[in-house]
């Protein structure tokens, strides 16, 4: 299956019949729009193609199908949804809600005696969601529901047949990533605050670079962290220059972003090595360069050759600029900050390993972000060091940090 590389995100809820999804789904519609996205509300199946149409009337129990031949009818609806709605939405970076998706497929199909492996097959060419919700409400809850609004049951509306659809639906999250199961039972509002802190999580985990800079770090150890960047969706995985290669390989297909640390921890060493270094993170795969400013040079006023280094180096990758700010005076932060936006640098960011602010309060470097995105207006802004808790990015975000730079990005969502 395909990831969403696309610079749209879709997202679909599932669960059984009467577990609320459409409901959700068009909430969660609403709530994107008042805060300014462009929203495709759309579901399945659909009505726009012919085996849409012909799907719907072998579920009304109008006409009669083999069951593998009605799931390749979904397929092929699927295919002509995709490629007619969807990725065209996601083009243009649009968020795409869809009411099932092929999820809803392997849940049906199994619980109807079709094989999980064949209906994971004729799925397999298809885009993988950035985010699936499954909505958890037990079997009779649901035939209530359904009862409740007076409508004729579909084949697949049976109590019996829910709990079998149940079976197979507890098993995607082992399967897929980005699946959470959320408790549908309750009011309305309710459920939609369960499924909008999943969102503010996942938000939260776009603008994470998760990060294994440890000198003693074995290849497992940069594994594992890659595996949490594709779990969780960071916005990218930091390592030190020899991991490179190996990081480009495992995020391969994967929207996270491969970046390379550039002369910890103060930036000292000769202008051409760290040209090399960058030139070589190039060539091994990296997209972007969390680089050092030359923490000795600001400390004697060379500004002059701080900013033709930084020029240079910001020519090879798009690059994020260290400048150590635990080290500096608020003047020396200000200045830095303004050098780092002529040298051409996409962001400014407060600290790496053994800045001494590591040991003070998050108050402090909260301070310093807002000096350096006053002195370097337009540029992104990276906080990092010593953030460790949901509550400790939400203050960085709060004083004006785009980034988190963090080795503890899963316990920050997870908390």
């Known amino acids: 299956m395909k990831h969403n590389n696309y610079p749209g995100n879709f997202i679909v809820f599932e669960g059984l019949d009467g577990s609320g999804q459409s409901t959700q789904a068009n909430l969660l519609r609403d709530f994107f729009i008042k805060n300014g996205f462009q929203v495709v509300l759309t579901k399945e199946p659909t009505l726009a193609s012919e085996a849409g149409r012909k799907i719907r009337k072998i579920l009304d129990e109008k006409e009669k199908i083999s069951l593998q031949k009605l799931q390749e009818l979904f397929a092929q609806d ?165 991991w490179i290669k190996m990081v480009k390989s495992q995020l391969k297909g994967t929207r996270s972003k491969v970046i390379c640390l550039v002369d910890p921890p103060i930036g000292d060493s000769p202008h051409k090595k760290r040209i090399q270094i960058c030139r070589k993170a190039k060539k091994d795969g990296a997209d972007e360069t969390d680089v050092v400013i030359s923490l000795p040079d600001i400390k004697h006023g060379r500004w002059v050759k701080i900013l033709k280094d930084l020029k240079e180096i910001c020519k090879i990758l798009p690059t994020k600029v260290i400048i150590g700010s635990g080290y500096l005076t608020d003047e020396e932060i200000e200045k830095a900050s303004s050098i780092v936006k002529k040298a051409g640098a996409i962001c400014v960011k407060t600290a790496t390993a053994k800045d001494p602010l590591e040991n003070r309060e998050l108050k402090e470097k909260a301070r310093h972000l807002k000096i350096m995105k006053k002195a370097a207006v337009g540029l992104l802004v990276k906080a990092s060091g010593n953030i460790k808790t949901k509550r400790d990015a939400e203050e960085m975000i709060k004083a004006g940090a785009d980034i988190i730079g963090t080795s503890s990005g899963v316990e920050i969502l997870n908390r």
């Open 78 to 242: 699927r295919k002509e949804h995709l490629t007619k709605i969807i990725t065209p939405a996601l083009k243009k970076g649009k968020i795409v809600i869809s009411d099932r998706y092929f999820f809803s497929s392997f849940a049906y199909g199994e619980a109807s005696g079709l094989a999980l492996k064949w209906l994971l097959k004729i799925n397999d060419n298809f885009l993988l969601p950035d985010l699936i919700f499954i909505l958890k409400v037990r079997p009779r809850a649901c035939i209530r529901r359904i009862e409740k609004r007076g409508e004729k049951k579909t084949i697949f509306e049976k109590e019996k047949k829910l709990k079998k659809v149940w079976q197979t639906y507890k098993i995607l999250p082992k399967i897929f990533k980005n699946v959470y199961m959320i408790k549908g039972e309750g009011t309305i509002p309710q459920v939609f605050e369960r499924v909008k802190n999943v969102i503010k999580n996942k938000k939260l985990a776009q603008i994470i670079d998760q990060t294994n800079i440890k000198p003693e770090a074995t290849a497992q150890d940069i594994k594992n962290t890659c595996r949490e960047a594709i779990e969780y969706g960071f916005r990218g995985v930091c390592v030190n220059p020899k």
